[in-house]
């Protein structure tokens, strides 16, 4: 027999971290960050004044870096889930706290 639990045998209860997972929040602020110089970019671009000038191509490029590694942040947490087992959380909570009865291996 293996130790390897499968979601739902043997009435493990497993699930993803979700929204919860780090790299969600890493994805979106990236992301976020991305949009806003990409906003900048477009609306601070239209004046010919600011045209062609350094900074102006640093919003675009660095906007667009920004705005894809948050997307592949996304796509790494849906390809590649957290999963998060509760039953052995509580066993790890039990050790921490050494309530009688449980015992520790380490």
Known sequence: MSNEKTPGAHGARRHTAGAFDIRNIIGALLAIYGVILLLVHFLQGSSDATRGQTHDMANLWTGLVLLVVGIAFFVWA??????VDEDELETQEKRELGTPGSTSSD
Do not use: A
């Open 78 to 83: 849906k390809v590649n889930p957290t999963v």
